[in-house]
């Protein structure tokens, strides 16, 4: 016995499942044979969002260390690799505490929903040359669908704890998560226009010039809003340590906060993942397609150093300052870049309505310079928005008392 | 394979119509809102079922992710939330207002011809549904560029040009209402 899949599926494109499905296929029946593989490439996406979230535990943690003068952690294992088994281990072994007056079920739905959206995310993400799961012809729509789910899960968290800094941390990251929504959107946008497509082995393909010289401005918004929607460092006033404990996730333990924490770090990778393939040229290389994924693997890994990068560079904001850099600054730069994209690729697209790769290149060189101009203009704009006033002590004079300074 | 088409369609329905029912009778309005998102994601998987994969996405963007956020910030605002909805004098209204529209609902239903479309008008459905909103698809680029059937954009920037600003305009003036409302009086 032996099977085929039609050529129209949707799974057709992807060649490991068409491999495993055949294969398969000549021993058992042919639906075992579609569930086998889908459950194949279904171990093969959740391990890499968990393992990568654990490489990336012990990347961030390295390399924060260097960052800050000091060694971080290396003692376990060559260059203290298997630290984050140790952690983990400790994760599990402790106890799963559950705040009294929580909701119990939305308590514990919530590390599911973190995790999940972001493995549904990975779904459409072409690691090599015809291996995304589905290449859905809405890709980049799809991605940010799925990831607006976090912020229901956010709020769950929030929600069951029975614990007002859980509130306020819930309710601070659904509003940053909103404000950067929009800037992110508006850069996409910009990558969807001159790939003239929404699937993300399209956008690879299209990428003859990588799209962040094509499209600089695009690439810093998001690169600056996604670093807001995971919470990290300069945005991370969710989880502000010093003023709400831990934001949402105060009250998990255990396994739990284990799945929370993977969430959040292995959100740095997909995200990373999908910043490569949308604006480095993905899994498209020099020498071999077969070197695809150490391509992919190399430029994912390059992103997660710029936001372990920013994380360690800049000091928090205050949530005013985060608002007004998502709605005065990052904003009007989308606007920017969407415009003067829409112009080029209206302008410059032949007959045929491709770009060719002297267009991208003409396109590279005029949104340098738009890049330049737009943020130095806007960056001025803002500035004493931002920067830190304090208040002076002001004197105040009362006849017969002696000065006293009220702040 | 139409098995597994009709499994999922049943598994969706029961659902959908299981999370429907917990929106009206679970007393915590949280849950209620949260119940409501997972209606929102069976429908959802209605337009996967139907080919539609752009509607599905969109749907599960602006719903889950805008309308249900909405909801739950609306919620979070409110006093004693887990006592659930006090009863007031808007029962009956509600109960006729309700009763009108699943009247009205069912009777839309009766009256719609389900009959399939024939082949021409189903290509083009499906153009309109699935084809990116950017353009047509890449390596689809046989004829020019303006020839290219690009399905929903068409759609919204010739066809449905008016009713597409409108929309717009409508929502302009809810956001400057939302910002004239917000703005601290004296200010």
New interface residues.
Partial sequence: MSCQLASDSILYANGIYRLVYEIVGVVLPC?VA?AIAGLVFAFILVNAVLLGAAVITWGERRVLGRFQNRVGPNRWGPFGLFQPVADLVKLLTKEDLRPEGS?R??FSLVPVLMVAPLILMTAVVPFAKNTALAS???GV??I???S??T??AI??AG?SSNNRYA?FGA?RA?AVL?SY?IPVVLSLLGV??V?????LG?IV??QALPFFLVQPLAFFVFMAGMSAELNRSPFDVAEAESEIIAGYHTEYSGVRFALIQAAEFGGVGVVAAIAATLFLGGWSGPWSEYLGWLWFLIKTGIIVFLFIWFRATYPRLRIDQIMAFSWKFLLPLAMVNLVVVTLEVFLL?G????LTHTDLAIMAAINLAVTAISIAVFGNLIKDRVTFRTRQPQQVVVPGVSTIEVS | MPVVQDLAFWVLSVVAIAAALGVVLVKDLFRSALLLAVVFISVAGFFVLLSAEFLAVVQVLIYVGAISVLFIFGIMLTRNVREGNVPNRLQIPAVMCASLLLVGMIAAAINTDWRPIPEAAAQMVDAAQTQSVAGPPAGASSSGYAEQDTGLAELLIADFVLPFEAVSLLLLAALIGGLALARSRGS
Avoid: C, H, K, P
Wanted: glycine content about 2%; overall charge negative.
């Fill in positions: 639906w579609y909701d079920v939305v859905l012809n809405v729509l799809f940010l669908a799925v607006s789910i912020s229901v709020f769950m929600w509130m309710a659904v909103i929504e969807v226009m790939a003239a497509s929404m699937s399209t393909a299209a697209r007959d045929e309505g491709v």
